[in-house]
């Protein structure tokens, strides 16, 4: 239990309110794979923020007349009613009560919706989770009456709230914690990333050349149904894992040198690890036990148009995954208009439905 998130002075007498944010998904560069108990993370990870890809979150909350024993909230989206999605926030508000102890005083009503389809196999936990984690950081000011955590000074004040939003996001969902800032953001303690930490994802503070400047992400959706394995199961699958010590070195490693990158600007040099870290999620989860081939034969045809491409062009495209067959190809705005042409001319046909989404690297959640 950490103290410092746990508000000491709340108002007695409560109002009705509602509060809304917008929180974006992210993109991990080194991927988190693997966790302890309370969503600690076994390795460290860097992502870019996105900006279009974003959920928009509106929680309503109305005061109870008696004290309850449980939480009371319904989740609505886009206007349709989801009792399916309450054990997900159940678990999520059994595990953030103590740090939100406000929460068993009022009924809620969350409406949610995202800006890209739903059944899309876009993971909707990262931009979910940090948006409604946000929303109850913003009902947490209302309430605190000497406001001696966010009174400070105005600066003081924003690290707090934006570093326990990441910090309840976290609970939530692992990845959600590196949504609420951009443009890059890391997860995970390491000595040479001032600030990082296991509990939160803090913006990344190191200099970044200008070719990794709104950088490109176009997403290819391959496959537009539900992820075959949970990240849950396939974080567990790294428990007795034969490579799984080996892995965690390895992608502390790659903070390190992604820093090098990030700063020198070496594109050819970031290919390389990207897509080695892409790999190598994938690669975990074939030598799990169950084992598991979440690429699609599409993704395979993708990746290798992709290193056909640019090898004759000289460009600099490359693509990374998720825990799932659909492909995020990044590339600098420079290269974007003969990038993208080459996606909509070669790579669409290989998406279902002819499916992909033009994103970019964005700067975090907004309140609404
Ligand atoms: O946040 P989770 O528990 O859904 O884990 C997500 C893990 C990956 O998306 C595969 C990698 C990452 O770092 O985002």
Redesign the pocket.
Known sequence: MLSRYIPTNLIKNREDGVVCWSSPS???L????G?KEH?IPENQ?I?FTLNNCKTITKLSYFKNEKPSDTFSFQIFLDGEHKPDFEPKINTFFERIYTYLPFLKDFSFKIETENTFPHSSGI?S??SG?SALALCLMSIEKQLSVNKSDFKVSGEESHKYFLEKASFLARLG????C?SLEGDIVV?GKHKEIKGSSDLFGVKYPNKVHDNFKNYQDTILLVDKGEKQV???I??NLMHNHPFAKERFKQAEKNITKIKLILESGDLKAFIGLVESEALT?HAMMMTSMPYFILMKPNTLEIINKIWRFRKQSGLNICFT????ANVHILYPEIEAEKILNFIKTELVAYCQNDHYICDRVGFGAKLL
Do not use: C, E, F, P
């Not at 969902?173 to 959600?176: F, I």
């Not at 995954?321 to 799932?324: I, N, R, Y």
């Open positions: 992210n993109i991990a080194v991927k988190y794979w966790k969503q990870s992502s993971a936990s990262a989770m969902s692992g990845s959600a590196r997860w949970s990240s849950t396939g974080h999620l995954l998720d825990a799932g």
